[in-house]
């Protein structure tokens, strides 16, 4: 409790004096003494302590209220008044910082503004009181100067140049620009995407403050939901202004969002290795990100999740998650335990399985599996031919996954769009 009210002397011999110099009422009641041996022993002493306070001493009260005005001088005068026996001691504060003499200079002009306090203090207490000096206090105090400094301080911000709307390429990097006045304080800008902050996307956008207002929202790569509109919102403590565009998409008809022909599977080989399966199709190629519980698997990682003969550490929820420009789309499959996934194995087909997952492969092939089917469809080393509105349609797959009938099927609705303006009768479509 070391401070200037309490001192603690020793005698050398064990003997301890705490002294408290001036008391005052709230020293009034239980006192604690705890003492601790270096081998972690305690000890408490406790006293009650009674003060005998004359009845004529009372804690501080403001009688009128302080008052903060702006002399004809330009100085800063408080007034108030207050009462309380013993004669209170009075502290001054400025913006939460005590004012002393000599600090006379800096409370001059518009430097004067702000939030005052005076504490007034004696042994039976403490009372405050506060005040605030506007603009409206010192204005007929001010010279032509100071009040145009105060008019261009005290004003919200504006857009000198906002935004506007424009078209871009979907896939490509993309910058919005604005220009707000400058202003004191400096304004705070906030960038929104159909009035959703950008913030959570730290990777994707990226802000860029110049001098003199201007600033620019840097977008690394368009995506299909960055067809919105777009509104930038500059704040400071007098205001805000918005600015606003519509940002319209070019988009190739062939670009599609991923989808997958085959839900993940995660299955448990008997060398206590986690294999994950799945097929999944979309323009721009899909970039794949995978998870075991909500936690990225990168390279490397294969011993967070791989375990003895049982699996047991592999055992939870995996997820593929699948993005291009056109949107994400995820799959999920759960490793519960290695008898339920082996019995699985044995309904599917053999297929060649990665000995670890600290290499993820995404494999693409030419190879098809002959399978039987409807007479629309026939599936054959690289081509799948079907009936389109009457029209016999062959469509030749490179470099794919091997594919079933139904994901052969799924391929031709994801352009059944464009496939009916390209089919005519003597003419047969090609696609890879």
Same mark, same amino acid.
Request: proline share 4%.
């Given at each position: 409790?070391?401070?200037?009210?309490?001192?603690?002397?020793?005698?050398?011999?064990?003997?301890?004096?705490?002294?408290?110099?001036?008391?005052?009422?709230?020293?009034?009641?239980?006192?604690?003494?705890?003492?601790?041996?270096?081998?972690?022993?305690?000890?408490?002493?406790?006293? *009650?302590?009674?003060?005998?306070?004359?009845?004529?001493?009372?804690?501080?009260?403001?009688?009128?209220?302080?008052?903060?005005?702006?002399?004809?001088?330009?100085?800063?005068?408080?007034?108030?008044?207050?009462?309380?026996?013993?004669?209170?001691?009075?502290?001054?504060?400025?913006?939460?910082?005590?004012?002393?003499?000599? *600090?006379?200079?800096?409370?001059?002009?518009?430097?004067?503004?702000?939030?005052?306090?005076?504490?007034?203090?004696?042994?039976?207490?403490?009372?405050?009181?506060?005040?605030?000096?506007?603009?409206?206090?010192?204005?007929?105090?001010?010279?032509?100067?100071?009040?145009?400094?105060?008019?261009?301080?005290?004003?919200?911000?504006?857009?000198?140049?906002?935004?506007?709307?424009?078209?871009?390429?979907?896939?490509?990097?993309?910058?919005?620009?604005?220009?707000?006045?400058?202003?004191?304080?400096?304004?705070?800008?906030?960038?929104?995407? *159909?009035?959703?902050?950008?913030?959570?996307?730290?990777?994707?956008?990226?802000?860029?403050?110049?001098?003199?207002?201007?600033?620019?929202?840097?977008?690394?790569?368009?995506?299909?939901?960055?067809?919105?509109?777009?509104?930038?919102?500059?704040?400071?403590?007098?205001?805000?202004?918005?600015?606003?565009?519509?940002?319209?998409?070019?988009?190739?008809?062939?670009?599609?969002?991923?989808?997958?022909?085959?839900?993940?599977?995660?299955?448990?080989?008997?060398?206590?290795?986690?294999?994950?399966?799945?097929?999944?199709?979309?323009?721009?190629?899909?970039?794949?990100?995978?998870?075991?519980?909500?936690?990225?698997?990168?390279?490397?990682?294969?011993?967070?999740?791989?375990?003895?003969?049982?699996?047991?550490?592999?055992?939870?929820?995996?997820?593929?998650?699948?993005?291009?420009?056109?949107?994400?789309?995820?799959?999920?499959?759960?490793?519960?335990?290695?008898?339920?996934?082996?019995?699985?194995?044995?309904?599917?087909?053999?297929?060649?399985?990665?000995?670890?997952?600290?290499?993820?492969?995404?494999?693409?092939?030419?190879?098809?599996?002959?399978?039987?089917?409807?007479?629309?469809?026939?599936?054959?080393?690289?081509?799948?031919?079907?009936?389109?509105?009457?029209?016999?349609?062959?469509?030749?797959?490179?470099?794919?996954?091997?594919?079933?009938? *139904?994901?052969?099927?799924?391929?031709?609705?994801?352009?059944?769009?464009?496939?009916?303006?390209?089919?005519?009768?003597?003419?047969?479509?090609?696609?890879?």
């Amino acid at each position: 409790m070391a401070s200037k009210e309490y001192k603690c002397l020793a005698d050398g011999i064990g003997g301890y004096v705490l002294e408290v110099r001036p008391t005052e009422a709230e020293d009034q009641g239980e006192w604690k003494l705890v003492a601790t041996s270096q081998e972690g022993a305690i000890s408490i002493s406790t006293c *009650d302590i009674n003060m005998i306070i004359p009845k004529h001493f009372k804690k501080p009260r403001f009688l009128d209220t302080l008052k903060a005005v702006l002399t004809e001088e330009g100085l800063v005068s408080f007034e108030c008044k207050v009462v309380g026996s013993p004669t209170p001691l009075l502290r001054w504060f400025k913006d939460g910082q005590e004012l002393k003499p000599g *600090d006379v200079y800096q409370l001059t002009g518009t430097n004067s503004l702000g939030s005052y306090c005076c504490i007034a203090k004696n042994c039976m207490g403490e009372a405050r009181s506060s005040a605030e000096l506007t603009v409206e206090d010192i204005e007929s105090q001010l010279n032509d100067e100071e009040r145009a400094q105060l008019i261009s301080a005290s004003q919200a911000p504006k857009f000198l140049h906002g935004l506007k709307s424009e078209e871009a390429k979907i896939n490509e990097s993309f910058r919005f620009t604005v220009h707000v006045s400058v202003t004191t304080p400096l304004p705070t800008l906030s960038w929104y995407r *159909d009035d959703q902050p950008i913030e959570n996307e730290p990777e994707k956008y990226f802000v860029v403050r110049e001098h003199l207002g201007i600033c620019h929202l840097d977008v690394r790569q368009l995506e299909f939901n960055d067809q919105a509109e777009w509104k930038c919102v500059a704040t400071n403590e007098f205001g805000h202004s918005v600015t606003s565009c519509f940002l319209r998409l070019n988009i190739p008809k062939h670009f599609k969002k991923p989808k997958f022909l085959e839900c993940l599977r995660a299955v448990l080989s008997e060398e206590g290795a986690v294999n994950l399966e799945c097929k999944v199709i979309g323009v721009p190629q899909p970039v794949l990100k995978w998870y075991k519980d909500g936690v990225e698997l990168k390279p490397g990682d294969i011993h967070r999740i791989t375990s003895g003969e049982d699996g047991t550490c592999c055992l939870g929820t995996y997820t593929c998650e699948a993005r291009n420009c056109m949107g994400t789309v995820a799959s999920f499959a759960s490793l519960l335990g290695f008898e339920d996934q082996k019995a699985r194995q044995e309904e599917r087909m053999e297929l060649v399985r990665q000995p670890s997952l600290s290499t993820i492969h995404e494999e693409r092939t030419s190879q098809m599996y002959d399978t039987a089917g409807d007479q629309s469809v026939t599936i054959g080393t690289g081509e799948v031919s079907f009936s389109f509105d009457g029209k016999e349609v062959s469509v030749s797959l490179y470099e794919t996954p091997d594919l079933t009938e *139904d994901e052969a099927l799924q391929i031709v609705e994801m352009y059944a769009e464009q496939l009916s303006e390209h089919v005519s009768d003597p003419n047969t479509w090609g696609a890879s």
